[in-house]
T-cell receptor, first 108, second 113 residues
Framework: GQNIDQPTEMTATEGAIVQINCTYQTSGFNGLFWYQQHAGEAPTFLSYNVLDGLEEKGRFSSFLSRSKGYSYLLLKELQMKDSASYLCAVTGFQKLVFGTGTRLLVSP | DGGITQSPKYLFRKEGQNVTLSCEQNLNHDAMYWYRQDPGQGLRLIYYSQIVNDFQKGDIAEGYSVSREKKESFPLTVTSAQKNPTAFYLC????????????FGQGTRLTVV
């Protein structure tokens, strides 16, 4: 089976840095994705990690440790538009499974 | 333009009726997925298909059925056996089921009254 855990909600202020953690326990693992989802909309792809280490893409970075079953998404220079849900997802055994998602609220 | 299309965006049905949600993609993707999302929750996998004419149950398949007769189409039927069908349904596709990002449709919000 697969179990993917994320904090339910986080708050941060504009301009700050926030780290959203994801831990997973899966019987098969190919890679880990992060998606952003604004309320009532479809998720959009942010990042993908298949090897251990940090992947940087502009203000967003994602880290993976396969031995620890752990990933985080780092958002820098937060903007109000970053208020959204952030979904961690794992591929393994031919399917893509999502975590519960973390709702991020950015305040002025 | 290439993409993945779900229709309709909003759907209302009476309790006890079956309803079919449409999902079409012109991205030439082999893999397709159906997810259910309840308010404030993550995405839960209903069914997935790795290739045409093949599909597998996800974590919450009870009360749902799918078909994959064409590569570009993966319709989901919500049957009367589904106890709590009111939810936001999302369809996605990817090149394969291993290491490629999934692209999502805009979702169908189903309300059963």
């Amino acid at each position: 089976g697969q179990n993917i855990d994320q904090p339910t909600e986080m708050t941060a202020t504009e301009g700050a840095i926030v780290q959203i953690n994801c831990t997973y326990q899966t019987s098969g693992f190919n890679g880990l994705f992060w998606y952003q989802q604004h309320a009532g909309e479809a998720p959009t792809f942010l990042s993908y990690n298949v090897l251990d280490g940090l992947e940087e893409k502009g203000r967003f970075s994602s880290f993976l440790s396969r031995s620890k079953g752990y990933s985080y998404l780092l958002l820098k220079e937060l903007q109000m538009k970053d208020s959204a849900s952030y979904l961690c997802a794992v591929t393994g055994f031919q399917k893509l499974v999502f975590g519960t998602g973390t709702r991020l609220l950015v305040s002025p | 333009d290439g993409g993945i299309t779900q229709s309709p965006k909003y759907l209302f049905r009476k309790e006890g009726q079956n309803v079919t949600l449409s999902c079409e993609q012109n991205l030439n993707h082999d893999a397709m997925y159906w997810y259910r999302q309840d308010p404030g929750q993550g995405l839960r996998l209903i069914y997935y298909s790795q290739i045409v004419n093949d599909f597998q149950k996800g974590d919450i398949a009870e009360g749902y059925s799918v078909s994959r007769e064409k590569k570009e189409s993966f319709p989901l039927t919500v049957t009367s056996a589904q106890k709590n069908p009111t939810a936001f349904y999302l369809c996605a596709s990817s090149i394969d089921t291993v290491n490629t990002e999934a692209f999502f449709g805009q979702g169908t919000r189903l309300t059963v009254v």
